[in-house]
């Protein structure tokens, strides 16, 4: 009877261990504070119909960056326990825990954090930003208000976050993650080999955040081919949106893969079959091919958008277009499609004959051409340009020093002899956090120190900002330059303790101090941001919405932009749209009608189904996987029968509301004369800061609350 | 002018400073390079067997080549961003780039070509460097079977009828097929970066792995694939001696107390950690090929845990 009602649940899945225990306590209590401030300041109605059930694609963008900030810090934490344990590593250090031989954690409990540690990165990180930067800025881009389905929109975050969830459920519930490595190769994550609950929580987070994205990413490919503004032709579209167009074509084809696979590999463990077990005629093989079917291509999946935004900063911030366009938009689509058929470079290693190993090497060298062109295009661009060094060029400056590390260190691991020596070693790690970090992570700072106006009508302290790229950049040399040479010395990647006359030690060491450097880049970022809010004034955007001078249509709104985006809908002539409308005179906008589109909570319930159903497959709870499936179903149909699902405001009412926008900013675009000091330092914010709190404490201000 | 020498000479001072900041800098990063890997086994920049020679020198060609690519590209690009800045108003300044085809053309021509050089070496390198082609050589070969379990290696070695754990001596300038599979465990990665490159281990399958060292010493060897929680210990010692001393390595192994039976290889299967080095002078007959064959006979057979 228990076991029916609760399946495999029991005391022991609560958390018992310290790690675990401490990561539930913070996060109950975090939750515990955010809910006693929204009570108190009475915002849980602001809360759900301006945010959580909002299918504005801005709303939805800006949801996605949060959560993914989240999961940043909490990766970021997991890289860092990771680089202590190495840098406590050697075998002549007595464990410093209970549990620990080596180090201060038990082999199994880091192999649960690196493999967290990457799912978070690149699911929960760099997924959430890329896809919060496609939902805020390529609408704008393309000149729609929307996407082409609202209700997918939000489904699909609620999707990812109900993913978020499941993997961090192991904090809060307890029990275990999976300590397989990120992708989870079989048979290590068979039955037989982890027998605990943790591949399972692995599998469904996967599983439910992924088929999320690919919903997100048909919504967007249905976007851009089809909701473009009139006269934006393909070959007219921003960069951006060429990134994101390529990148969302690859998540469709990939991510049913992804979906196929983990169903295989769960009903290995669920129901006992034998795809990829070692008996029973299982091949362990073919889960390594179909994984990296998917892995491979998902990479790219994110550096594509990464590289449409460094094409566009680059032009902007010399004050030129492009300098080949149509180079451009090749060497990304040649990305895309090469992407799609070199994943068997991630195991050469496996036996494979020559004639094979050769080919996916020459796939894979391939790519290199694509990308070192789009390097060159940025070049030329900036040739004879007015290049200006705003944090987001200052990204890009660093972006292409450690993405050219990993692009050489890259094509050496395409040779298939030299991967024999270099695979699985932490050469091979220093090489995708090269791209990863290099591509990826500053592509996503690049974006958000450039956009950042947008979203919230206020520019990026400069000063703390700089800093920060700095503190990245060092700690980034500190932490993996290291990594490249305990790769050529034989360091396999994962290692929780090693020979301490490997002489490895001091190498690891080093790399944790660089942790620490990147973890202050991190803490400055927040300052940043923090700083920025404090000085609003002051860094107010009182070009009303264009303080680059911008060349796209998103610069043509206000920022941020009114929750319709456009007043009416742009007519396009060229490429860089906006650049040619202020070339000629910005017209007054006419006022039309306008279809919105309704809040809905539809996506809330079908993601808490989602989880649900997970959560119940995980514990063996099969009344509440039914119950669930049958929830989903209830919730499809309702929400199918609505046939409101959009209003519409009148012409005259968007004049209201653009009358009203002007009123409320009109005060912050005059400049305020007292305000002339200087941008906020580190020192600056730290003393501001220190007197904010002691105000409080001594005014005792929170009675007020 | 008082004024101005004054301040000429501040950002005179200011410069002196900065230079010597700069050379402090790089001065220290050389000592701790320096401190960090020296007297360190950089094992792919030290090959010391047939095979890693030649994967190290295709090593060095790729990257010289790609260095050819890279270091003109970025200097180009961070000295292109540093001459068009803004505050430089003494250049022409062009807002409107003009469309040139010879650059577009340039800029696919010149990653073509360095690809197309690159590609031809690493077709012909992974055919010359297959791991599963036999080393010719004058000597006979030696062959030792290699199994990975749980978190050890088992060496079998056929022709002298010995078998090791955790270690394996080999015979210098003598070529080895190392026969690669696993028993009840996942895949693992059999790794000896001084002698070369790296092989998975699978059950029911046998992966040849062709390697020939030509320098007597010590070299270890490793896992390099994740494969539970007592991965990280799983090491060995390859030990590369002269044919006399192999031969006499394998005279004292066969007066070893130790038998690998049928007993004794249920309980090598068992995990274990940081497994001690064991040396046997004798194995149950056929057991390499049994373990092989375990996995491809119908399910149950053997009743493993699932």
Redesign the interface.
């Given at each position: 009877m228990k076991e029916i009602l609760i399946g495999k649940l029991s005391k022991q899945a609560l958390p018992h261990e310290w790690f675990t225990i401490g990561g539930s306590v913070a996060f109950l209590a975090l939750a515990l504070l955010i809910i006693i401030v929204i009570t108190r300041k009475k915002r849980w109605k602001w809360l759900w119909n301006d945010w959580l059930t909002s299918v504005d694609p801005k709303k939805i963008g800006i949801m996605y960056f949060i959560v993914g900030g989240f999961m940043l810090i909490r990766g970021g934490l997991d890289a860092i326990m990771i680089w202590l344990q190495q840098a406590l590593g050697a075998s002549n250090v007595p464990g410093l825990t209970g549990e620990a031989a080596h180090g201060y954690l038990?082999?199994?409990h880091f192999?649960q954090i690196f493999t967290a540690h990457g799912n978070i990165m690149v699911f929960f990180v760099a997924m959430a930003f890329v896809f919060g930067l496609i939902n805020y800025i390529v609408p704008l881009q393309i000149g729609a208000r929307d996407l082409a389905s609202p209700f997918m929109n939000t489904l699909g975050f609620w999707l990812f976050v109900g993913g978020v969830l499941m993997v961090n459920m192991f904090f809060l519930l307890g029990g275990e993650y999976a300590?397989?490595?990120w992708l989870a190769?079989?048979?290590?994550s068979?039955?037989?080999?982890s027998p605990g609950v943790g591949v399972d929580y692995w599998i469904w987070s996967l599983q439910i955040s992924g088929i999320g994205t690919t919903l997100g990413a048909i919504n967007f490919i249905m976007t851009i081919l089809k909701m473009r503004a009139p006269g934006m032709t393909l070959l007219k579209m921003p960069l951006f949106t060429w990134g994101s167009l390529c990148s969302m074509l690859m998540a469709v084809t990939i991510f049913p893969l992804l979906t196929a696979t983990l169903f295989l590999l769960f009903f290995d463990r669920y129901l006992?079959t034998?795809f990829f077990?070692?008996?029973?005629?299982g091949n362990?093989?073919m889960y390594?091919n179909l994984i990296w079917m998917w892995g491979h291509p998902e990479v790219y999946v994110l550096i594509l958008p990464a590289f449409g935004v460094f094409s566009e900063v680059v032009s902007v911030f010399?004050?030129?277009?492009i300098?080949?366009y149509?180079?451009a938009v090749l060497g990304m689509i040649g990305v895309s499609s090469l992407a799609l058929s070199v994943w068997l470079h991630h195991?050469f290693?496996?036996?494979a004959?020559?004639?094979v190993?050769?080919f996916f090497?020459?796939m894979t060298?391939?790519i290199?051409?694509p990308t070192?062109?789009l390097?060159?295009?940025?070049?030329?661009?900036?040739?004879?340009?007015?290049?200006?060094?705003d944090t987001p060029m200052l990204w890009f400056?660093g972006f292409?020093?450690v993405f050219?590390m990993g692009?050489?260190s890259g094509?050496?691991l395409?040779?298939?002899?030299?991967?024999?020596?270099?695979?699985?070693?932490l050469f091979l790690v220093a090489h995708f956090h090269s791209t990863v970090i290099g591509g990826v992570l500053f592509g996503i700072f690049c974006a958000l120190a450039y956009w950042f106006p947008k979203l919230t009508g206020i520019k990026l302290n400069e000063r703390i900002g700089r800093k920060a790229f700095w503190f990245w950049i060092v700690g980034f040399c500190m932490s993996f330059i290291?990594m490249y040479?305990l790769?050529?010395?034989?360091a396999?990647?994962?290692?929780?303790?090693?020979?301490s006359s490997?002489?490895?030690q001091?190498?690891f060491i080093?790399m944790f101090i660089g942790g620490l450097v990147i973890a202050t880049g991190a803490v400055l970022q927040l300052a940043q941001i923090l700083a920025s809010f404090i000085q609003k004034k002051k860094l107010y955007d009182r070009t009303g919405g264009d303080p680059w001078d911008g060349r796209s249509l998103e610069w043509s709104t206000a920022s941020p932009p009114q929750f319709y985006n456009f007043t009416s809908i742009p007519i396009v002539t060229s490429r860089d749209a906006y650049l040619q409308m202020k070339l000629k005179g910005l017209t007054k906008p006419k006022f039309e009608d306008i279809h919105v589109p309704k809040n809905t909570a539809a996506g809330i319930y079908i993601s808490i189904f989602g989880f649900l159903i997970g959560f119940a497959f995980v514990w063996e709870i099969v009344w509440l996987a039914v119950a669930s499936v049958i929830g989903i179903i209830v919730v499809f149909i309702v929400r199918g029968f609505d046939e409101h699902s959009e209003y519409t405001i009148s012409s005259h009412e968007v004049q209201n509301l653009e009358q009203e926008r002007t009123k409320k900013d009109m005060p912050l675009f005059s400049k305020n004369n007292n305000d002339t000091d200087e941008e906020m330092g580190v020192w600056d914010l730290t003393k501001y800061l220190a007197f904010f709190f002691s105000d409080i404490i001594r005014k005792k201000l929170w009675h007020k609350w | 002018m008082g004024l101005i020498e004054a301040s000429s000479r501040k950002k005179r001072v200011k410069f002196v400073l900065y230079v010597l900041i700069v050379i402090m800098t790089i001065t220290d990063i050389v000592l701790l390079g320096r401190y960090l890997i020296n007297g360190k086994n950089i094992a792919l920049l030290n090959p010391k067997g047939f095979i890693a020679e030649q994967q190290y020198s295709l090593m060095m060609f790729t990257i010289a080549t790609l260095m050819l690519i890279a270091i003109p590209s970025l200097f180009t690009l961070y000295f292109t961003a540093w001459k068009y800045r803004e505050s430089n108003t003494k250049i022409h300044q062009a807002t409107k780039s003009k469309h040139s085809k010879y650059l577009v053309f340039t800029m696919w021509l010149v990653p073509t070509v360095i690809m197309i050089v690159l590609a031809v070496v690493m077709w012909s390198g992974t055919h010359k460097l297959v791991p599963q082609k036999q080393i010719s050589s004058d000597k006979k070969p030696l062959t030792v079977q290699v199994i990975s379990m749980r978190w050890k290696w088992l060496f079998i070695y056929p022709e002298q009828d010995i078998a090791t754990v955790n270690f394996v001596q080999l015979p210098v300038d003598t070529p080895v097929t190392f026969e690669i599979t696993a028993d009840d465990a996942p895949m693992s990665s059999f790794w000896i970066p001084n002698l070369g490159g790296q092989l998975y281990s699978m059950t029911s399958h046998v992966n040849r792995l062709n390697l020939m060292a030509d320098t007597t010493g010590d070299f270890p060897g490793s896992s390099a694939e994740i494969n539970g929680a007592g991965f990280a210990g799983m090491k060995f010692t390859a030990r590369v001696s002269s044919q006399d001393d192999f031969s006499r390595w394998v005279q004292a192994t066969r007066q070893s107390p130790e038998v690998l039976d049928t007993k004794a290889y249920e309980s090598l299967l068992r995990p274990s950690e940081d497994n001690p080095v064991v040396a046997y002078s004798d194995y149950a007959s056929n057991l390499y090929d049994r373990v092989v064959i375990k996995y491809l006979e119908p399910n149950d057979a053997h009743g493993h845990a699932e």
């Open positions: 038990s082999a199994d192999q300590a397989t490595g190769v079989a048979p290590l068979e039955k037989a080999f006992g034998h077990t070692i008996m029973g005629g362990q093989m390594t010399s004050r030129k277009a300098a080949s149509k180079s195991f290693t496996m036996g004959s020559a004639n190993n050769a090497g020459l060298m391939l290199a051409i070192s062109v390097v060159f295009n940025w070049i030329a661009t900036m040739y004879k340009g007015r290049i200006r060094f400056l292409v020093a050219a692009g050489i094509v050496m395409a040779v298939p002899p030299i991967d024999f020596q270099l695979h699985n070693s290291p040479l790769g050529l010395m034989g396999t990647r994962r290692l929780d303790h090693y020979d490997t002489g490895w001091p190498l080093l | -």
